[in-house]
Each structure stands twice: as structure tokens, then as C-alpha cells.
């Protein structure tokens, strides 16, 4: 959410929140803070304060480093299955939309890329076992779990489509 | 095309199809280059209305480009007659659709044999041919039902080996599991996936991942143009037991 521009925390709050919905509900704001000055100690993130204000978390501004930047960068770009939840997912997209870091449709196809090898592996197997076996059960599951995160990539694949029209 | 390009079953170059005009023109293909080797098969998938249904239908010759140019089985389609274009749909291509297109009043083994009969075989030799591309889709014992006797999942089986049955140099299935059910689907995968272990050449264009995950390669198409590729072969990461939740 930093990637956009340096921010104040309120700020990266209400973008989160926009992005979330009510998904994001649980999130406060003393989580953004700590987390805020843990990636400021890892070198990810630098601060400065406000020209006469007192030295309070919620009075900085915000902003990525070089290695912060790096470190985003790979995260927009890793793909895996199925350890992000749907919001980090959804997160990398959002963030590389907004940072301009990369293209959102170029992340889907990416991950499209590797759920469709996932899911030729694990239907193949599938359709290797005896019908109604325990095994091809367990892999119909993988199969069905598979198919359902395609089908949610086709979901984004049509809204960001839409909005870069618009745009 | 040149020597290196004669193994090819199906190539195309800057193929466009456009319909309407002015305002209201609308580039259904937008600039497709395609090459397709013998025993490979491919997956077109896409949102409804990026164009994937019309290349199809561009490259079994159904119907013709605006521009660019299309090789089939080492013929120039653009070249050929209409006469000679009928010729070649029926016997380099299988065709396999959406709603299974089977004819009602014929049984299972006449929808098979009527390909091979109109190609010129003699009634004897179509049916022996029928009867065995039948019993490869395991529907030997459903020869002589009518369709409205058979499942989904076994139209579209029949309507499988309909398309084999003049030995086609590609089959061509459009949506071949758009109408199924999720058991009905699983018969056609297992079809599509034994086609391809015979080494039989298989376009398909799909939104259903499902099948579009029995090929070897898979193409994704937007507004007409293609925008990723990718080989589905090889190169999984994670394990199943990654999948199924049991990785450490």
C-alpha cells in the first residue's frame, strides 16, 4: 500500500480498508503501527516526521526504500498455491495497480499459469485411481478447490479487464 | 510455407476476423499466429466473446478469415474452392461441439458411421469402423440407441467418435463440456485424455479448466488476440500432498 506514495498510517488504514472491505474489519490501527516500525527495523521502510509535531507514530510519514520496493516487487510476483489466502492475492493486485508496479493482469495470468499445471497434475492422478476410491475422492477434492480459485481468477481477470478500459 | 513447417498439422498467420463496420466494427480475431504439431493438444481459454469460438471455427474451415493465412494438414485453406474447403472438413477434421450436433432419428453407431459413409465407404467398412470407434469410447453395448436414450456424458462420447470417425488430422472441440454435468464431464475428460495419450491432435476452446487442463499447452485469449501461453506439461511445483494439505 506504501508502494503508491509515502503515507501516513491513517492513510495505509483507509486504503487497506477500501480494499478489504468488510473482510478487513478485525484489522486496527495499532497493528498497522507495529508492523509500520518492524519493516522500518528491517530496513524495508524509513519514516520522517512532520516538521513540529511531536514524535508520535501517527504524525509520520511513511515511505518504501529501495530494498522495501525490491521486496515488494517479489511479492507482487511470487506465485503459490495454496498457501496466500484469497485477500493477500487480491492485496497483490490491488498494490500493483496502484504502485503501477506491474500490471494485474499480468499477475492473474501468472497465477492462471500455475493453478492450470496444479490442476492437470492433480486430475491426471485423479483419473488414475479406481472410481470411487478413497484416494480419488481426497483428489477430487484438489481438483474442485482448484477449479473454484480459476474460476475466482476469471472474476478478476473480467474486473481489472474492465477498469483498465475505463481507465 | 517451407520444408522446416511440413510437419506441421495446422498453422496460421495473421489471422483476423471482423465483422460489421465503421462504428460498429468488431475484430472477433485480432492478429492470431498458430502453429500446432502432430499429437500435441491445446487449449484456447478465454471469457465468452474473446473470439475463441470464431478461431475455431476459422480454423476447421467453417468459416472464413477477413485476413491472414491458414495451413491445414500442408493445404493452403485460403486457396481452396469451396468445394475443395467441404472436402477437407470432413476428412482432416473432426468436429466437436457444445451441443453434441448429433442427429436425433439416427442410433448411436449410424451417427458414428455417417462421416465415413459420406467420405465414400462402402456401408460394410463404415459400420466395422463405427462399431470399433464405439467400443474404444466404451459405448459398444449403446450401439443401437437413439440419443434421447443416452446420458449427456454419452452424446457427447458418440459425438466424440463421430469426429474420429474419418481419422482426422485434428479434432477441433469447442465447449465439448459445456452442457455436462460435473460426472458427465469426468467421461469426456477421460476421453480427451486417452485421445491424447493415442496421439491424436486436439485444439480446444473452453472456459471449463477442467478440460482445458488435459492439454499440453494452453493459450489465453482476450478481444480476439492472444495475450499468454503456456505449457501445462511438466515443471509442477509442490508436491499433491502440497495440494491435499499435508506438506509440512
Given amino acids: 500500500m506504501l508502494g503508491k506514495e509515502p503515507s501516513h498510517g491513517y492513510q495505509l488504514r483507509a486504503r487497506l480498508q477500501q480494499a478489504l472491505g468488510p473482510a478487513g474489519d478485525a484489522m486496527n490501527a495499532g497493528q498497522i503501527y507495529v508492523t509500520l516500525s518492524r519493516l522500518e527495523k528491517a530496513g524495508l521502510v524509513t519514516s520522517e516526521r512532520a516538521a ?31 498457501g496466500p489466502g484469497l485477500a493477500e492475492f487480491h492485496l497483490k493486485l490491488v498494490a500493483a495497480a496502484a504502485a503501477r508496479l506491474s ?29 470411487r476410491s478413497d484416494a480419488a475422492l ?18 478478476c481477470e473480467r474486473n481489472w479487464a474492465g477498469r483498465k478500459e475505463i481507465s | ?57 476459422l480454423l ?7 485476413a491472414g493465412d491458414i495451413w491445414l494438414a500442408g493445404h493452403c485453406v485460403d486457396r481452396l474452392t469451396e468445394r475443395e474447403l467441404a472436402r477437407m472438413r470432413r476428412d482432416a477434421v473432426g468436429f466437436v461441439f457444445q451441443a453434441f450436433h448429433l442427429m436425433d432419428e ?17 456401408p460394410r467398412v463404415a459400420r466395422r469402423l463405427a ?28 459425438a466424440i467418435a463421430r469426429a474420429l470417425a474419418n481419422q482426422p488430422v485434428v479434432v477441433l472441440a469447442d465447449e465439448p463440456t459445456g452442457n455436462l454435468d460435473s460426472s458427465a464431464t469426468r467421461e469426456v475428460l ?3 485424455e486417452s485421445l491424447r495419450a493415442a496421439g491424436q491432435t486436439l485444439i480446444v476452446v473452453t472456459h471449463d479448466s477442467r478440460i482445458a487442463a488435459t492439454a499440453d499447452r494452453m493459450i489465453s485469449m482476450r478481444d480476439g488476440a492472444f495475450i499468454d501461453e503456456t505449457r501445462l506439461t511438466g515443471g509442477t511445483r509442490g508436491s499433491l500432498a502440497d495440494l491435499a494439505g499435508l506438506g509440512g
Fill in chain 1, 103 to 131: 500490471d494485474p493482469l499480468a499477475i492473474i495470468d501468472a497465477q492462471r499459469r500455475d493453478l492450470l499445471r496444479r490442476l492437470r497434475h492433480a486430475q491426471r492422478a485423479a483419473m488414475a485411481e479406481p472410481d
Fill in chain 2, 1 to 57: 510455407m517451407n520444408d522446416a513447417d511440413g510437419a506441421l498439422v495446422l498453422r496460421a498467420r495473421g489471422l483476423r476476423k471482423e465483422y460489421g463496420r465503421d462504428t460498429g466494427l468488431v475484430r472477433a480475431v485480432d492478429g492470431v499466429d498458430l502453429d500446432v504439431a502432430p499429437g500435441e493438444t491445446l487449449a484456447v481459454m478465454g471469457p465468452s466473446g474473446c473470439g475463441k469460438s470464431t478461431l475455431l471455427h
Fill in chain 1, 52 to 82: 513540529g509535531l511531536p514524535d508520535r507514530p501517527d504524525r509520520k510519514v511513511y515511505a518504501l526504500t529501495a530494498a522495501g520496493q525490491q521486496r515488494v516487487a517479489a511479492w507482487i510476483a511470487e506465485v503459490c498455491w495454496p
Fill in chain 2, 60 to 66: 476447421g474451415g467453417l468459416d472464413r478469415p477477413t
Fill in chain 2, 190 to 192: 477421460r476421453l480427451f
Fill in chain 1, 138 to 155: 481426497l483428489l477430487e477434492g484438489i481438483v474442485l478447490r482448484l477449479q473454484a480459485d480459476l474460476r475466482w481468477l476469471e472474476a
Fill in chain 2, 131 to 158: 462399431l470399433s470407434l464405439l467400443e474404444r469410447i466404451g459405448l459398444a453395448d449403446r450401439a443401437t440407441f437413439l440419443p434421447a436414450a443416452l446420458s449427456g456424458g454419452q452424446r457427447q462420447r458418440v
Fill in chain 2, 106 to 122: 439416427l442410433t448411436a453407431v449410424e451417427n458414428v458411421e455417417l462421416p465415413a459413409l459420406l467420405a465414400g465407404r462402402s
